[in-house]
T-cell receptor, first 112, second 113 residues
Framework: GENVEQHPSTLSVQEGDSAVIKCTYS??????FPWYKQELGKRPQLIID?????GEKKDQRIAVTLNKTAKHFSLHITETQPEDSAVYFC???????????FGTGTRLQVFP | DVKVTQSSRYLVKRTGEKVFLECVQD?????MFWYRQDPGLGLRLIYF???????EKGDIPEGYSVSREKKERFSLILESASTNQTSMYLC????????????FGDGTRLSIL
């Protein structure tokens, strides 16, 4: 079946450093790639998304890049802050439907 | 702002019980989803509904059923709860057409004893 692999599973950085989380997907028909942030005890919240007709998208300190040929996409967080500490999930659309398949998550810890 | 409300934050049930988890959204979204979240496994799709009375199995539908009698409400049913269904359950909704972001509820932490 289709799947999304996400790495690393945990990531620790110093405040002010950059963090990068990578995902690969298997469905060639995937055309939508959202990233969700889930703080402890809270709901997953969309932080940025990208569609297959775009290679890169930025929103302040957050950026996402997509390489359709290699079937991978990455989340980049610059100038990390302690409030960036959370679990981050990548996802990819599947079967040309509204369904998503999620990665297994990355626990990001930003130390002051 | 989209609001997806799950009826309970915490629920404790016994094995063999029939369990209902309720989800309501207030944005007239066509699509609604039920996920299960377990440590190290991410979010796994149990069932998906794209319209009233319409449903589609996700990746892990065994032991679950769903009901969508009204557009705003999507129910997940555990026909006969078992201990391996102890988990966090998340509901989400989205608009249809040119795939749109999914909006999540706060989740229900279900314990089956």
């Amino acid at each position: 079946g289709e799947n999304v692999e996400q790495h690393p599973s945990t990531l620790s950085v110093q405040e002010g450093d950059s963090a990068v989380i990578k995902c690969t997907y298997s469905d060639s028909a995937s055309n939508y790639f959202p990233w969700y942030k889930q703080e402890l005890g809270k709901r997953p919240q969309l932080i940025i998304d990208i569609r297959s007709n775009v290679g890169e998208k930025k929103d302040q300190r957050i950026a996402v890049t997509l390489n359709k040929t290699a079937k991978h996409f990455s989340l980049h967080i610059t100038e990390t802050q302690p409030e960036d500490s959370a679990v981050y999930f990548c996802a990819a659309s599947i079967d040309n439907t509204d369904k998503l398949i999620f990665g297994t998550g990355t626990r990001l810890q930003v130390f002051p | 702002d989209v609001k997806v409300t799950q009826s309970s934050r915490y629920l404790v049930k016994r094995t063999g019980e029939k369990v209902f988890l309720e989800c309501v959204q207030d944005m007239d979204h066509e699509n609604m989803f039920w996920y299960r979240q377990d440590p190290g496994l991410g979010l796994r799709l149990i069932y998906f509904s794209y319209d009233v009375k319409m449903k589609e199995k996700g990746d892990i539908p065994e032991g679950y059923s769903v009901s969508r009698e009204k557009k705003e409400r999507f129910s997940l049913i555990l026909e006969s709860a078992s201990t391996n269904q102890t988990s966090m359950y998340l509901c989400a909704s989205s608009l249809t057409g040119d795939i749109q972001p999914q909006h999540f509820g706060d989740g229900t932490r279900l314990s089956i004893l």
